[in-house]
């Protein structure tokens, strides 16, 4: 057993096989290693994981983990508080901070015996500090970059997405607010706010709900909904409450200075929209409808149509979900059907990055979802909006893991297919991001070289390359490259797949070539060496 089950009365660590495995997975998550001890004095371990963490060796010999809930380390907390136990920093944040390992008990009872404690939880202090001094203004510049000189800012920022990548949590968003400068981008923050607090108020109330009438049926879920609604958006909106929610919106976010909340400065429509995402309440087309119009209204019964469970759980359900329907797409025949499950893919995907924004293969997967879904396409605009799209995720998995070589081929390849025959800045940046994945498979051996055509492109958009566009086609002179390629029996989709193989003799490229630069996949058949066209 590892850890203690009854609040530090006792403490253990006799496995070391469990002990092991558990100070490697803290190693990745950079927990450092602290003295936990009985509330006696008794015995004493070093340990690299939370104290109330539970380690268990099942009947089947394998090892299980309980009560995981404070893994990370927590925010210096007021004197007196117990909000070490829920305000932690989040796990982005902690992997990436390099100048110490952090204590998942910094500020609790549950080190005291350790000789470092002090250290240990200054180390959390900087930490935390920085999060809030310097990450969070790196985050407001980022948010203010977004819009054009005329104020003019995308529709939607992903806000909840880009804090929690970059390791900031919600709750500092009242600080974000207090550091954007874009009128626009503080608009996108207060509805985020207000909708966050409705929303906590909403759930108290249907918990008490279920307590009250003790059953499952629906109708009297939609009348605490309707009671809410018509107590902040409806016909006869109760001022006092905004002033009540305007306190602890100000109270909850931790802001700079004070946010001004009232229903002047907050859009009903999106609010309503917001809410029902959040919650998991559906209104009527008659209602939003009205709503979007600038109206209103007084909600009864007939607007809620419906009000569904919303279930929170790791991103490997939503992650599994999506590869099946990533790879159905794929083995359908019929355009129509394919476009549809790979819309049904999208939304997983999207989903499962709200769950986990840093996972790479996520992104990765995601990316080359969209690129599927472009190449269905015959609008020339849609296509481009969505290898623009696809673009993103590659590049936010890149920007997690600069190394990710996958990803440099995967965004030069879509680049490639947005600048089709033309001298644009992608077919730049296309040949960039080819010649990285090149460099990471040659000085890691990580990944095969599968292609020999990415390789082939790369050398058709060098910059020392001279191109005329003539029609559809292009004539390109480059000068005379070779390539070391690893056979391959198709294209990878995951880091699993990647393992070199039996390499082959180098491939001179002929020096004049003729063609349209789009990407075009030449395989090596694992263990034939013979080529074929895809």
């Known amino acids: 057993r590892c850890g203690s089950a009854d609040a530090a009365r006792t403490v253990h660590n006799e496995d070391p096989i469990l002990a092991k495995m558990i100070a490697q997975a803290a190693s990745k998550l950079n927990l450092a290693p602290h003295v936990v001890g009985a509330s006696d004095g008794s015995a004493s371990y070093t340990l690299t994981g939370p104290g109330d963490l539970e380690g268990h060796k099942g009947h089947d010999n394998r090892y299980y983990l309980v009560d995981v809930s404070r893994t990370f380390p927590a925010q210096p907390p007021p004197l007196h508080s117990r909000a070490f136990l829920y305000n932690l920093l989040r796990p982005e944040f902690v992997r990436r901070w390099t100048r110490?390992?952090?204590?998942?008990?910094?500020?609790s009872r549950w080190q005291c015996w350790d000789?470092?404690?002090?250290?240990?939880d200054?180390?959390?202090?900087?930490?935390?500090?920085?999060?809030?001094?310097?990450?969070?203004?790196?985050?407001a510049a980022f948010l203010d970059a977004q819009c054009d000189r005329n104020g003019n800012c995308p529709e939607d920022l992903k806000l909840v997405e880009n804090m929690h990548r970059r390791g900031i949590n919600v709750r500092h968003m009242g600080v974000v607010y207090s550091l954007v400068g874009q009128e626009r981008i503080r608009d996108a923050l207060r509805l985020e706010m207000t909708t966050r607090a409705v929303k906590i108020e909403m759930k108290e109330a249907m918990v008490q709900t279920m307590e009250s009438v003790q059953t499952l049926c629906e109708e009297p879920f939609k009348e605490t909904v309707l009671g809410i609604l018509n107590k902040y958006i409806g016909t006869h909106y109760s001022?006092?409450?905004w002033c009540d929610l305007e306190k602890k919106i100000n109270e909850k976010f931790e802001p700079g200075f004070r946010i001004t909340v009232n229903p002047d400065n907050v859009d009903f429509c999106k609010l309503a929209q917001s809410l029902q995402e959040a919650v998991g309440f559906t209104l009527s087309p008659d209602?939003?409808?009205?709503?979007?119009?600038?109206?209103?209204?007084?909600?009864?019964?007939?607007?809620?149509?419906?009000v569904e469970a919303k279930v929170k759980h790791t991103n490997i359900v939503e992650c599994s979900e999506a590869l099946a329907l990533f790879m159905s797409a794929r083995r359908q025949?019929?355009?129509g059907e394919s476009a549809r499950l790979l819309r049904v893919c999208n939304n997983k995907f999207q989903r499962a990055t709200l769950a986990s924004p840093d996972n790479t293969a996520t992104l990765f997967q995601w990316g080359a979802s969209i690129q599927l879904q472009s190449q269905l396409t015959d609008d020339t605009s849609s296509k481009v909006n969505l290898l623009k799209s696809a673009c993103e995720k590659f590049a936010s998995a890149i920007e997690i893991?600069?190394?990710?070589?996958?990803?440099?081929?995967?965004?030069?390849?879509?680049?490639?297919?947005?600048?089709?025959?033309?001298?644009?800045?992608?077919?730049?940046?296309?040949?960039?991001?080819?010649?990285r994945a090149l460099e990471l498979n040659t000085a890691y051996a990580r990944f095969p070289a599968s292609t020999y055509a990415f390789y082939h492109i790369l050398t058709r958009v060098a910059a020392t390359s001279s191109c005329?566009?003539?029609?559809?086609?292009?004539?390109?002179?480059t000068r005379r490259p070779t390539l070391r390629i690893f056979s391959s029996s198709s294209i990878p989709y995951s880091r699993a797949q990647y393992r070199p193989r039996r390499p082959v003799p180098f491939l001179p490229l002929r020096p004049n070539m003729t063609g349209s630069l789009l990407p075009l996949c030449f395989l090596v058949q694992g263990g034939t060496g013979r080529y074929a066209v895809r």
Do not use: M, W
């Open 122 to 139: 200054q180390d959390v202090t900087d930490a935390s500090t920085f999060l809030v001094t310097v990450t969070v203004k790196q985050f």
């Open 333 to 335: 025949q019929g355009i």
């Open 468 to 477: 005329t566009s003539s029609g559809s086609s292009s004539t390109i002179t």
């Open 239 to 241: 001022a006092v409450s």
């Open 287 to 306: 209602a939003n409808a009205e709503l979007a119009d600038g109206n209103r209204i007084l909600f009864v019964s007939s607007d809620v149509l419906e």
């Open 401 to 435: 893991d600069p190394e990710f070589c996958i990803g440099h081929l995967a965004l030069g390849q879509a680049l490639l297919e947005i600048c089709t025959g033309k001298r644009f800045p992608e077919c730049e940046q296309a040949a960039y991001h080819l010649k």
């Open 115 to 120: 000789p470092r404690k002090e250290e240990l």
């Open 100 to 107: 110490a390992r952090l204590s998942s008990d910094a500020f």
